[in-house]
Structure formats: structure tokens, C-alpha cells
T-cell receptor, first 113, second 113 residues
Framework: GENVEQHPSTLSVQEGDSAVIKCTYS??????FPWYKQELGKGPQLIID?????GEKKDQRIAVTLNKTAKHFSLHITETQPEDSAVYFC????????????FGTGTRLKVLA | EPEVTQTPSHQVTQMGQEVILRCVPI?????FYWYRQILGQKVEFLVS????????KSEIFDDQFSVERPDGSNFTLKIRSTKLEDSAMYFC???????????FGSGTQLSVL
């Protein structure tokens, strides 16, 4: 069935360093790939997304890359700050009409000051 | 900025009792969802709802679960006879027609004792 794998499950970086989180998906029909940030006790918040007709997208310190052939996509955070500490989820969605998202297992990012 | 609102934020119930979780999606959104997140695990799809009917449901969404849009604003999830394993954070979400961005509420933490 549909599946999204995410690695690593935890990631600790020094403030100012870069962080990279990787996901792979199984459904080749998936064409939309959002990333969510979840802070403690809150709902997931969309931070960036990418569609399958684009290979890379950047928004300030955050970028996402997509390799549709390999069914990989990655989140890159540069110049990390303590407030970037949170759980990050990737997701994949296909144009089936219901816009159902399949989420990855999450990455707990800790930015050490 | 419009947001998805959920009530209550916390719900404690005894095993076997019925619970109703309430959500008010963003007003111009037409697709509605319930997801759940067991502590420390990924966000899992439960059900999608469009045009006053269920459009897709997961294996988790068995006969004990039901959804309803009783009026033009509320969207509810009912669990008829709660089990211990229903303990989780339940998120409501919505999407505007023609868009793919899923907006989440802040969740209801359900604890079944």
C-alpha cells in the first residue's frame, strides 16, 4: 500500500549548521509533497511544499528537493536556530480526488545553542 | 488568518463511553478530514469528507467511528464505544477546493481510561 518513509528519526545539530531530512514514497502517482513542522502540543503547520513538476523550491532558510524518478524528497534547513527545534513530517499526496496525505514517521530536530 | 478550530483540547473518558470531537473547518473549505496521532508516532489518516459524505476512510475507521457535518460550520467525529487504544491526539483538517494545502487544527487529546 501507500507508504512514506522518513529518516532520520532524530537529528541534533549545532546552531548555525544545516539540517537535512529525507523521505521516500511508494505511490508513483503522488504529485504533491508538503512538509509540516509540529511544535509540542500543537497541530502540524505547513512550512513548505513542492509539486512533482518542480525539482527544487526555496523559501529563505528552507528548501525542498524532489527526485521523482527515485521517489525521494528532502528538506534542507540552513543556518539553523533554536526555534527550528520541533518534529518535522513529510507527506505525499496523489490526485485521486480526496487529497489524502500519507505522512512520514517524523524527525525530531534539536538545534543546540 | 483563518484557522481550523477544535474543541475540546483535552477529553478524558472511560472505556466503553461515547465521545464526540468537534471541529470548525476554515469557512471556504470544502474537504474535511480527521487524522490521529498516537503519542510519538506519525500522523495517520482516518477519513475524508466531501459534499456531505465520506469520500475515503482508512482501516482504522471502523464501525465505531462516524463523522457528521450537522450544520454549515461544524464537523464532528464520534467514537461510539471507546477503547484504550483509541487514546491519541485527533486532528481535524480542511482543504479549499482546487487547492492542495491541508490546514490542521490544534488537536484534541483523547485519553481513554
Amino acid at each position: 500500500g501507500e507508504n512514506v518513509e522518513q529518516h532520520p528519526s532524530t537529528l541534533s545539530v549545532q546552531e548555525g549548521d544545516s539540517a537535512v531530512i529525507k523521505c521516500t514514497y511508494s505511490d508513483s502517482a503522488s504529485n504533491y509533497f508538503p512538509w509540516y513542522k509540529q511544535e509540542l502540543g500543537k497541530g502540524p503547520q505547513l512550512i513548505i511544499d513542492i509539486r512533482s513538476n518542480v525539482g527544487e523550491k526555496k523559501d529563505q532558510r528552507i528548501a525542498v528537493t524532489l527526485n521523482k524518478t527515485a521517489k525521494h524528497f528532502s528538506l534542507h534547513i540552513t543556518e539553523t536556530q533554536p526555534e527550528d527545534s520541533a518534529v518535522y513530517f513529510c507527506a505525499a499526496s496523489n490526485p485521486s480526488g480526496t487529497y489524502k496525505y500519507i505522512f512520514g514517521t517524523g524527525t525530531r530536530l534539536k538545534v543546540l545553542a | 488568518e483563518p484557522e481550523v478550530t477544535q474543541t475540546p483540547s483535552h477529553q478524558v473518558t472511560q472505556m466503553g463511553q461515547e465521545v464526540i470531537l468537534r471541529c470548525v473547518p476554515i469557512s471556504n473549505h470544502l474537504y474535511f478530514y480527521w487524522y490521529r496521532q498516537i503519542l510519538g508516532q506519525k500522523v495517520e489518516f482516518l477519513v475524508s469528507f466531501y459534499n456531505n459524505e465520506i469520500s475515503e476512510k482508512s482501516e482504522i475507521f471502523d464501525d465505531q467511528f462516524s463523522v457528521e457535518r450537522p450544520d454549515g460550520s461544524n464537523f464532528t467525529l464520534k467514537i461510539r464505544s471507546t477503547k484504550l487504544e483509541d487514546s491519541a491526539m485527533y486532528f481535524c483538517a480542511s482543504i479549499r477546493e482546487g487547492r492542495e494545502k491541508l490546514f490542521f487544527g490544534s488537536g484534541t487529546q483523547l485519553s481513554v481510561l
